[in-house]
């Protein structure tokens, strides 16, 4: 068992990332945040406390026809994935389903956006993702590791110069998932 398997350990890794994403956004050169967000008028980011009821270990449902699905962007655009798999979990006892997109360069990684009743109230309204790489997101017993303590927002959610995916309307849940990233404290400002 590695450190991070362990509550503390899962909670320190989960803290972590947020800390780096913070100096990120804050001071890095590549911050997707306009310039009056960033250095000293950074106003930081906000996200539920990590609570391990919202991290599952799940068997992706593969779909036995792998269908090219059209997704609209936040600038009007449009993406191409494919629709490959999808998760059956319950929260707070209740059934839900998200499906899980692969891009269609042939990677192997998982896109799993979604919208839910926190979304437009305390997380950003257009929803957030989820990136699944198999080499860091799989058990060694070969389920997935779907933490929604890690979910984030898309850039756009900080800059409208960004284009983004939008959540297709499969993804949106009709239950609050209380984890991961609320929407960004500068958009109060």
């Known amino acids: 068992m590695s450190a991070t398997d362990t509550p503390a350990g899962w909670r320190d890794a989960v803290e972590q990332e947020r800390a780096k994403k913070a100096r990120f956004f804050r001071e890095g050169p590549r911050s997707p945040l306009p310039p009056e967000f960033t250095g000293e008028s950074f106003p930081g980011l906000d996200y539920y406390d990590p609570d391990p009821a919202y991290r599952y270990e799940l068997e992706l449902h593969e779909h036995d026809d792998v269908e090219e ?78 933490d929604f303590n890690r979910a984030y927002n898309p850039t756009c959610a900080y800059n409208p110069a960004y284009e983004c995916p939008l959540v297709p309307m499969e993804n949106w849940l009709d239950v609050a998932v209380e984890a991961g990233e609320r929407d960004f404290p500068g958009h109060g400002e």
């Open 69 to 146: 699905v059209t997704v609209g962007t936040s600038a009007e655009g449009e993406q191409t994935y494919l629709r490959y798999g999808e998760f059956r979990f319950e929260v707070d006892g209740e059934a839900v389903t998200l499906q899980a997109y692969r891009p269609t360069d042939g990677s192997d990684r998982l896109w799993v956006p979604f919208r839910d009743e926190t979304s437009g109230e305390e997380t950003y309204g257009a929803g957030r993702y989820l990136d699944l790489e198999p080499d860091h997101h799989r058990t060694d017993e070969g389920q997935w590791v779907l």
